[in-house]
């Protein structure tokens, strides 16, 4: 077959503009790019302290000394003491040293007794697939807490399923997928009443555990102000590197190893620190902290602009609470399409956002948020037609990105 050179131009054209048109990522909740302040200080560490920081030599002390630096500067930044810092790679890990850790440590301490653990339905993988592992195995027994309507997790279903054997309550600060912000300092006051007035011994528990991930950027991070005895973060959701993290642990005698090797942070997390990755954390949590109060306000007015205006199709709803929300997460479910649907099409006009968390999306599963949201509402289960489209909003996103989004996605639902 021929093919003629006015076909052949105008392919080249299409093919062009594909690829030089401009890419607006939305998707600020399953990753953040870089910080270039963040990068500039970890490649100085690249070229300059490569030692081993467990070394004797100059150079192993020097990187010993910015690991404890950053360490200093983390644990000032969310009030807590040096000491109470674990660096580790990433969130996941934090959520599993967390949970893991503290349920080793008890079975340790109390091998003949069955460990409970009260958690939400709409947690993270990195929690929830902990929690099934720790119940497969026999080794704890969970209750998973259903959400309401707005996405928002009941005080008095904590209570009621307090029990003697509780040991841990792990309720995520603001959900990953549709931007609900859990009431943690409300949980926290529950849990040392409840440990004040029911428990005889071992006083210790239940502790509290929050996965913070997605709320750093946005909320009061301050772990006294909270009252959490653990407290998760990732470097990946601030601007910072990927695969680095950071677990508070408030006392660590409640916590276990779960990887062995060396003696590095202190005794609970084995294996050669990776100090540029650290530095890269501390500055990207510092920079956090140094334009939160400016972020918070500019995107939640870009998000209450860009919520109005997709309300005005009666085939969209909102997922989750409009008030008690993150002020860059908007999600929602549009009538007759499928979330992947919309997101392959928004990405081939050039938009970067997400059906629902990117730990899950190869999996041909519905979202267990939007599910649990299902429920707590009543509506039907289980229609593909009826999936969720989640757009995150960042430092770099403008409100000509949004309007340029809204032309594409009216073309595309309409």
């Known amino acids: 077959m021929v093919?003629?050179?006015?076909?052949?131009?105008?392919?080249f054209k299409k093919l062009l503009q594909h690829y030089f048109q401009k890419k607006v990522y939305l998707d600020y909740a399953s990753t953040t790019p870089i910080d270039n302040r963040v990068l500039s200080v970890m490649n100085t560490v690249y070229r300059t302290s490569y030692g081993n920081a467990s070394s004797l030599y100059t150079l192993g002390t020097t990187t010993?000394?910015?690991?404890?630096?950053?360490?200093?500067?983390?644990?000032?930044?969310?009030?807590?003491?040096?000491?109470?810092?674990?660096?580790?790679?990433?969130?996941?890990?934090?959520?599993?040293l967390a949970i893991l850790g503290v349920v080793n440590k008890f079975k340790q301490n109390f091998p003949d007794r069955i460990p409970h653990i009260i958690t939400s339905t709409i947690e993270h993988d990195a929690v929830l697939e902990t929690c099934r592992y720790l119940e497969k195995n026999q080794q704890a027994t969970v209750t998973y807490i259903g959400c309401d309507s707005n996405g928002i997790i009941s005080l008095d279903e904590i209570k009621k399923s307090l029990t003697q054997d509780t040991i841990l309550v792990t309720i995520m600060y603001a959900n990953n997928e549709i931007g609900t912000i859990?009431?943690?300092?409300?949980?926290?006051?529950l849990i040392r009443w409840y440990?004040?007035?029911?428990?005889?011994?071992?006083?210790?528990?239940?502790?509290?555990h929050t996965d913070a991930i997605q709320s750093v950027n946005y909320l009061d991070s301050n772990v006294q102000r909270?009252?959490?005895?653990?407290?998760?973060?990732?470097?990946?959701?601030?601007?910072?590197?990927?695969?680095?993290?950071?677990?508070?642990?408030?006392?660590?005698?409640?916590?276990?190893?779960?990887m062995f090797g060396g003696k590095q942070e202190f005794a609970l997390r084995a294996g050669t620190e990776d100090v540029a990755s650290i530095i890269g954390f501390a500055k990207a949590l510092?920079?956090?902290?140094?334009?939160?109060?400016?972020?918070?306000?500019?995107?939640?007015?870009?998000?209450?602009?860009?919520?109005?205006?997709?309300q005005k199709d009666t085939r969209i709803v909102v997922n989750g609470s409009i008030e008690n929300r993150l002020p860059n997460n908007i999600n929602i479910t549009v009538a007759g399409f499928s979330g992947e649907q919309l997101v392959i099409q928004l990405d081939a006009k050039g938009f970067a956002v997400s059906a629902k968390s990117a730990c899950q999306s190869k999996s041909d599963e519905e979202s267990h948020v939007i599910r649990a949201l299902r429920i707590a509402q009543g509506r039907q289960l289980g229609n593909t037609e009826e999936g969720s489209l989640r757009m995150s909003l960042g430092r770099k996103t403008t409100k000509k990105d949004l309007q340029n989004f809204l032309k594409v996605f009216w073309q595309i639902v309409q």
Not at 182 to 189: A, G, N, S, W
Not at 292 to 307: D, H, K, M, P
């Open 3 to 11: 093919i003629s050179r006015y076909s052949m131009f105008f392919y």
């Open 286 to 310: 510092e920079i956090s902290l140094q334009e939160q109060e400016g972020e918070f306000a500019r995107l939640s007015t870009l998000q209450n602009w860009f919520i109005k205006e997709l």
């Open 195 to 208: 440990k004040k007035h029911h428990k005889e011994e071992n006083v210790l528990y239940p502790l509290v």
């Open 226 to 258: 909270l009252g959490v005895d653990l407290m998760s973060f990732s470097g990946s959701k601030i601007y910072g590197p990927k695969s680095s993290g950071v677990l508070f642990v408030k006392n660590r005698e409640v916590i276990a190893p779960i």
């Open 64 to 96: 010993e000394q910015f690991i404890y630096d950053a360490r200093k500067k983390i644990a000032k930044i969310i009030g807590a003491q040096s000491s109470q810092i674990i660096f580790t790679r990433g969130g996941t890990e934090s959520d599993n």
């Open 182 to 189: 859990q009431p943690i300092r409300e949980i926290t006051k």
